[in-house]
């Protein structure tokens, strides 16, 4: 496999590199722009597989340097995650959203096909779909995003569909497959790579933050949903089952066409529940303080994964929290400041 991998500094898409490595990459170029991803992060990548990693500082936004990469590369296969990724603040700043998501997707899809690569695995979200009328989420549920990050990304989607279709008409081969993430958690078992946000925004890491005094204490947004223990459930993949997942698609992927897939484990977890399983793998209480509701937050979220599991044949490794938490508190011990290269 020749791969090149955009926003690969990040959290998902450096995992998916070290997946990518794992199972018999020749080479792949790693493409970031560095304004959120960790250089870091990237060099413990070149160090696992010498020779096998190359990195390219390039914006995904400027088609000129990424079709001249392409060229002179020749990848066989794309995998695009470069992406703002904080909803939050996508609503103060929709405008930069849809530059990034939208524009940088344009952008690479004219690359691609300026040099030939018909191969496209996009990274998504569970976003797209908004607050659903009913649970579990299927690929058959309405897509009706409620900010303007799940609309940027749904946007993405229909320009990677349109492009699949160009190319039935015109007789070409691209194809892609579009992966929905539900809640992601956990880092690099053997330690390499870790989540590391500015701000951090996820559940598990400011969890964990808290207990490592990084941050006063935990908020919990709401206790009163309609929820066994009043907080919200969501759905949580382990990272390295979701960089798996990418593997999985890149090798089902077919000329001509392109599929939607969910990547969750299809049970959900509620913050209280997330909260314990963090005091649990640090050994002491975590300090908590209850906020009011964020407006938007449906009480659950939970996916049906059947679909990928059916046809991608992916199977998720861990179920529980358990491993996503305590991989994660590994790493935040051993890297108390992130990979501090801001």
């Known amino acids: 496999m020749h791969c090149l991998v955009t926003g ?34 990237v060099e413990a990548l070149e ?97 009706r995003p409620c900010n303007p990050y799940g609309s940027a990304k749904l946007a993405c989607e229909t320009m990677i569909a349109e492009e699949a279709e160009a190319a039935r008409r015109d007789g070409r081969g691209f194809g892609a497959i579009l992966l929905r993430y539900f809640n992601v958690a956990g880092c690099a078992s053997d330690g390499t790579l870790g989540e590391d946000h500015d701000p951090e925004t ?25 929820t066994p223990d009043g907080t919200c459930i969501r759905d949580y993949v382990h990272v390295e089952d979701l960089a798996s997942a990418h593997v999985d698609a890149l090798r089902a992927l077919r000329p001509r066409e392109c599929r939607a897939f969910n990547v969750g484990i299809g049970h959900g977890f509620s913050v209280r529940e997330v909260l314990d399983a963090c005091e649990r793998a640090v050994g002491r209480p975590i300090p908590a303080n209850v906020a009011p509701r964020r407006e938007g937050d449906p009480p659950e979220l939970r996916s049906d994964p059947a679909r990928v599991m059916r046809e991608l044949g992916w199977t998720p490794r861990h179920r529980t929290l358990a491993p996503m938490v305590e991989s994660a508190w590994r790493w935040m011990q051993a890297n108390p400041r992130g990979y501090d290269d801001r």
Do not use: N
Request: with cysteine; net charge positive; charged share 20%.
């Open 8 to 41: 690969a500094a990040g959290y998902i898409a450096s995992h998916t590199v070290r997946e990518l490595l794992c199972r018999g990459a020749t080479r792949i170029v790693a493409v970031d722009s560095l304004e959120r991803g960790h250089r870091r992060a």
């Open 47 to 143: 160090r696992m597989a010498p020779g096998k990693v190359r990195f390219a500082q390039v914006d995904v936004r400027d088609r000129a340097a990424l079709a001249a990469l392409m060229r002179e590369e020749r990848p066989e296969s794309v995998l695009h995650f470069a992406a703002l990724t904080l909803v939050g603040e996508s609503v103060r700043r929709p405008a930069a959203y849809w530059s990034c998501s939208a524009g940088g997707t344009a952008s690479l899809l004219e690359a691609m096909r300026e040099a030939g690569t018909e191969r496209l695995v996009f990274s998504s979200t569970a976003a797209t779909y908004g607050i659903p009328p009913s649970m579990p989420i299927t690929e058959d549920t309405p897509q």
């Open 202 to 226: 996820h559940l598990v890491p400011s969890a964990l933050q808290a207990a490592l005094g990084a941050r006063p204490a935990l908020e919990i947004f709401g206790t009163d949903y309609p």
